[in-house]
């Protein structure tokens, strides 16, 4: 027998227990074998409960947080891990920092399926790598069966902003033109179509993405100050968040139907379902409140990276001390969009 | 032939409306009701009340199955979830609906009660034979488009002797409540509208046919026209209203001929008819008592009628004093003339069901139209 021998964990029948969370031999085997070896960086390889960090001089710290908790956790297009990578590497960017580090905590519900949460973490690790962004510390609990719904994660993740720039929901200004970086529905939809009670085909995948490099390339094709705000469409679509920025920036904001952008197959399965676009999470999709002087460069930036090839402008900032958000429909009227009272599509991210 | 762009041109619907501007007479005014909620919403989505002549007014009329489901039914369903421990499958719109003690569906299930949305009676019975130790209840609304489905669901059940599932059926039928508008006490003391047609339901009379509104052209000489829920649709058959009251007729004409034949869908009466009977009368809500408007359950299907097998009784519930449902759906008021629109009564806090179902008028104006009411400064 040899020495210092440990089983390892297997990760084709094992499951989650109570002892994965105890901080003792069991956890520590769970991370080593798994979270550490998929992760592998040089901060995880100190072994320590948290991770010294270096700044760029002359930068701003950014930091944000996301929690997941969406179900199912696979869908077509991607997983919790990668989603959770995504949200969060996306929040950091939108106020146009560079995301620089991630730490994720796992909150596991005893019996989930190891070989389950394997494919998680090895998704958000290549996630992850794609991204540019390690995880450098991390934790790990377990609650009891029936008390948690397989896995939780929250990722929280620290960036680093030049000094003195200054993106954020507040800065729209009437006169600013209203971009989009790309076709919007497709996480929502996607995920809808694998829930249990409304099985039905499509091709449509999420788009989960991490856009920080769109955003990278963006910035650097307009004058500093010319971006006013960044925001990703997720919960509650495009018309939530373009709610939100007007009542942040205490302006009023108007859209052109016809010009946003919507796959035919996201608008077909709106339409049996009842459910209406622009109400429907993105993952990898930005929204960009810009300087009309430079709209055109901003547009042209965002096609020229392979996430914002369907980039469209499709509206304006207008003064409107009520705030909505109105929209010329396709049909020749008009119409608000409103804020919804309740969310559409539930544990959509 | 791409049904969702073709009958949403734009310049389509710009020709229709200068066609519906020239047949207009300069002179009068038209009022015609959209009875369907699924019309009430799409007139508020597109904007169509913009294309109309000042002279044109659509009424909004009481189509809308979840906006006249009585506070009384609400709570049926909420105890059979709460006290009787049974799992209640509803569609997502009837989840907000407030009813008594503060309650509604929604925050029923927050208190434990199991709740759970479907988007068909078929979903139900999954429910039911997945929790053969429960008992599940199908909390059945709608007008005539979603009865078939409810009636081949119990016949289903019937069918595989199904030991826990049953209906609460609150059906209700929609030339009953076209014939209440146009004639009962109560619409007389709060005072007719003036209606010169209707813009007759499109999925429920795909089910029923276009030949039950006969009677209320002949009887009450009120044009009728059967219109697809696409904004065309509607707008065509506008046009055809205006020119049936220009010419003095009060026919029933059909629109919607993709989808709508005078005899409707006899497979579908016929299974209606095998599970369902009339009641004599069932609560509106706003429209008061209305008889011979509503279904129940035949007694060869006494099994699965909710109401027999947990003794359930009906307990009315007044609205809010202030609340102008009643008034709305019957077309009498608009969702502004209501006190409580917009300030005590909004999406996020409804008071009424008017607010709370996306085909509600106060719903669909606040979502969509509030703006008009209040002056906005262009940039």
């Excluded at chain 1, 929280?156 to 076709?183: E, H, M, N």
């Excluded at chain 1, 650097?220 to 968040?241: K, Q």
């Excluded at chain 1, 409103?338 to 539930?346: A, N, T």
């Excluded at chain 2, 979903?123 to 599940?136: F, H, S, T």
Aim: negative net charge.
């Amino acid at each position: 027998m040899k020495k210092d021998y440990l089983r390892p964990l297997d990760f084709k029948q094992g499951r989650v227990d109570m002892n994965h969370g105890a901080g003792g031999r069991a956890a520590a085997q769970l991370v080593d074998e798994l979270f550490a070896r998929a992760f592998d960086n040089d901060f995880l390889r100190q072994g320590d409960d948290g991770a010294l960090l270096d700044m760029p001089p002359g930068h701003q710290l950014v930091m944000a947080t996301d929690g997941h908790v969406i179900s199912p956790l696979f869908f077509p297009g991607g997983d919790i891990g990668a989603l959770s990578v995504h949200g969060t590497v996306n929040d950091v960017a939108m106020l146009g920092a560079k995301p620089l580090y991630l730490s994720a905590s796992f909150i596991l519900e005893e019996g989930f399926p190891l070989a389950d949460l394997k494919r998680i973490v090895e998704s958000m690790a290549a996630a992850s790598r794609e991204a540019g962004v390690p995880v450098v510390t991390g934790d790990t609990k377990v609650v009891e069966r029936g008390k948690g719904d397989g896995v939780f994660i929250a990722t929280t993740g620290l960036g680093a902003v030049p000094a003195g720039r200054r993106i954020g929901g507040a800065l729209a200004r009437p006169g600013d033109a209203v971009l989009v970086s790309g076709t919007l529905g497709e996480h929502g939809v996607a995920v809808l179509s694998k829930r249990e009670s409304l099985e039905f085909e499509t091709a449509i995948v999420s788009d989960t993405a991490a856009l920080h490099g769109l955003v990278a390339q963006l910035l650097a094709a307009v004058p500093e100050g010319a971006v006013r705000t960044l925001r990703d469409p997720t919960r509650g679509g495009l018309a939530t968040t373009l709610n939100e920025i007007a009542r942040q920036s205490g302006v009023g904001i108007d859209l052109d139907e016809a010009a946003i952008p919507v796959l035919p197959q996201v608008e077909a399965a709106c339409e049996l379902l009842g459910l209406d676009p622009l109400y429907i999470a993105n993952e990898g999709k930005c929204i960009v409140v810009v300087d009309a002087a430079h709209a055109e460069a901003a547009l042209d930036a965002l096609r020229a990276h392979p996430l914002g090839r369907a980039a469209a402008r499709i509206g304006r900032v207008t003064d409107d001390p009520h705030r909505f958000v109105q929209m010329a429909t396709r049909f020749g009227g008009r119409r608000v969009v409103d804020w919804l009272s309740g969310e559409q599509l539930p544990r959509i991210c | 032939m791409k049904y969702v762009d073709e009958y949403r041109d734009g310049d389509a619907a710009r020709r229709l409306a200068d066609r519906i501007a020239a047949e207009a007479r300069p002179d009068r005014r038209y009022a015609f009701m959209e009875f369907c909620g699924g019309h009430t919403h799409a007139i508020a989505r597109y904007g169509i009340g913009e294309l109309l002549p000042p002279n044109l007014r659509m009424v909004h009329g009481p189509g809308c199955p979840v906006c006249v489901l009585p506070i009384g039914r609400i709570d049926q369903a909420i105890g059979l979830a709460l006290e009787r421990e049974a799992i209640v499958c509803t569609y997502g719109d009837t989840m907000r609906v407030p009813a008594s003690a503060g309650l509604s569906l929604m925050k029923a299930k927050a208190r434990g009660g199991d709740i759970r949305m479907v988007y068909s009676a078929a979903d139900a019975l999954k429910v039911a034979r997945a929790n053969p130790g429960r008992e599940v209840v199908f909390f059945a609304i709608g007008f005539e488009t979603t009865t078939p489905p409810t009636a081949l669901v119990i016949r289903q059940a019937a069918a595989e002797g199904l030991q826990n599932f049953s209906v609460l059926c609150c059906h209700v039928l929609t030339p009953s409540a076209i014939t209440h508008i146009l004639e009962s006490p109560e619409v007389r003391e709060y005072g007719t509208v003036p209606i010169d047609g209707f813009v007759g339901p499109a999925h429920v009379s795909i089910v029923i046919g276009s030949a039950p509104y006969e009677h209320f052209a002949e009887e009450y000489r009120k044009p009728v026209v059967i219109a697809g829920f696409e904004p065309l649709d509607v707008m065509q058959a506008v046009l055809m209203l205006v020119r049936q009251v220009n010419e003095g007729r009060a026919e029933v004409e059909n629109e919607f001929t993709r989808a709508v034949t005078p005899e409707g869908n006899r497979a579908a009466q016929a299974v209606v008819s095998e599970v369902f009977e009339l009641r004599e009368r069932f609560e509106w809500r706003g429209l008061g008592e209305v008889p011979y408007s509503a279904l129940k359950i035949r007694p060869a299907f006494a099994a699965f009628d909710a109401e027999l097998r947990f003794g359930l009784h009906y307990q009315g519930v007044p609205d809010h004093k202030q609340c102008e449902c009643g008034a709305i759906l019957r077309g009498v008021k608009r969702p502004t003339d209501c006190k409580l629109f917009g300030t005590v009564c909004t999406p996020d806090n409804p008071m009424g069901s008017c607010m709370v179902s996306s085909e509600g008028a106060c719903a669909a104006h606040y979502a969509y139209g509030r703006f008009k009411d209040i002056p906005v400064v262009a940039a």
